[in-house]
């Protein structure tokens, strides 16, 4: 007989966990591709490769990738200074870092516009020096960091608390540079913290709407996200159109997250072996 759980009720949470994201998540992402079917298979095949809609896939996915690498660096860096320095005013600079989840979206957008136009305060210092951030690619990195930095340093912070300081002592002990301690030590225990905060910020970069929008420009084949050209069709009320579209990002993002997956269970699975 197999044993019972020592926390009685297994089969009454499954059901209420399986209900539970059906209607909030199986359902709603099963509509997209109802709905999508209702193009034939020229039609969806001619929306889904328009020219216009491919250079929008570029743009959403090379930006949100790209913000989400900066984010694990800069990331990282921030959650070793908030765990392992005592400064004035650590506190503030911790709470500032959860800002970018309590601020909507399209203020963000509207404040990093108003700071890197060309007569913001930053915009105009780096106007003479020939970089354009605002109504540009650039722009749109911009407002993902911002958007994504919080994922990262969350997810590394507690991992870097629990690290143990005997070991980086007994390797800089045995005559480890502090770089080689970092990287061959501490680094290889963050690689699977590292990768999580790295796929929840290129996943919320992947369909991030509010703080894009304006500070893009929204320049068909050059700055507009896929997000703005599915609101776009649902205003002209293509909502067939819309779906096909929202349909290939689901099924790209999908797939590069199986992906990222995959690494971090390699990864978790080498540490396990190797400890």
Do not use: C, H
């Not at 909507?104 to 106007?127: C, D, Q, R």
């Not at 929008?213 to 293509?238: A, R």
């Amino acid at each position: 007989m197999s044993k019972r759980s020592i926390i009685p009720g297994f089969r009454l949470s499954m059901g209420i966990s399986l209900f539970y994201l059906s209607i909030l998540v199986l359902i709603p992402l099963s509509i997209i591709f109802i709905k999508s079917f209702e193009l034939n298979a020229a039609q969806f095949w001619s929306t889904v490769v328009n020219p216009r809609v491919l250079a929008s896939y570029r743009v959403s996915f090379v930006t949100a990738l790209s913000a989400a690498l900066i984010n694990t660096v800069f990331g990282l860096i921030v959650a070793w200074v908030l765990v392992r320095y005592q400064f004035p005013g650590k506190k503030l600079i911790d709470a500032l870092v959860d800002i970018p989840f309590a601020l909507p979206t399209a203020v963000a957008g509207i404040a990093l516009t108003a700071l890197y136009a060309k007569n913001g305060w930053i915009g105009s210092l780096l106007e003479p020096l020939g970089i354009k951030v605002a109504y540009s690619p650039l722009g749109i990195i911009v407002a993902l960091t911002f958007i994504g930095i919080p994922f990262v340093v969350r997810t590394v912070q507690p991992v870097i608390e629990d690290l143990e300081k005997d070991m980086e002592e007994a390797a800089v002990m045995l005559g480890a540079y502090r770089l080689r301690t970092f990287f061959q030590v501490i680094l290889p225990t963050l690689y699977p913290a590292l990768l999580t905060g790295f796929t929840l910020a290129f996943a919320r970069g992947i369909g991030e709407y509010g703080s894009v929008v304006f500070i893009s420009g929204n320049m068909p084949l050059v700055t507009e996200i896929s997000p703005l050209l599915i609101m776009t069709k649902l205003e002209q009320y293509d909502y067939a159109g819309a779906t096909a579209i929202a349909a290939v990002m689901l099924i790209v993002s999908f797939v590069l997250l199986l992906l990222i997956n995959v690494l971090q269970w390699t990864m978790n699975r080498r540490m396990t072996a190797n400890s």
